[in-house]
């Protein structure tokens, strides 16, 4: 079992920054592939980025791209989101996710272990 707690999220002005932390605790973290999703109000969950086990590599969604950036610090077990240049339509509960071996790693499905979620609203 990999237990995750997202934090961070808050109320930020459009153009603003913030940075989500995802604390991982339970089997070795380093194992894990992480990924960040978010949710909007009525709409489907939704893939933003995923990051490897060593964070060589990461990967993201084109709606955030360059603007927000993932990695991870695997001696804090931990996983971070920061993003910048804010838009309302960035709005949504944003979630952690833990998966023992993706392959596209955008799915959903591939995640084994799901955290509580944060709100991230961004104000017009």
């Known amino acids: 079992q990999v237990q995750l707690v997202e934090s961070g999220g808050g109320l930020v002005q459009a153009g603003g920054s913030l940075r989500l932390s995802c604390a991982a605790s339970g089997r070795t973290f380093s194992n894990y592939y992480m990924g960040w999703f978010r949710q909007a109000p009525g709409k489907e969950r939704d893939f933003v980025a995923a990051i490897n086990w060593s964070g060589a590599y990461t990967h993201y969604a084109d709606s955030v791209k360059g603007r927000f950036t993932m990695s991870r610090d695997n001696a804090k077990n931990t996983v971070y989101l920061q993003m910048n240049s804010l838009k309302p339509e960035d709005t949504a509960v944003y979630y952690c996710?833990?998966?023992?071996?993706?392959?596209?790693?955008?799915?959903?499905?591939?995640?084994?272990?799901w955290g509580q979620g944060t709100q991230v609203t961004v104000s017009s």
């Open positions: 996710a833990a998966s023992p071996d993706c392959v596209i790693c955008k799915r959903e499905y591939e995640y084994n272990y």
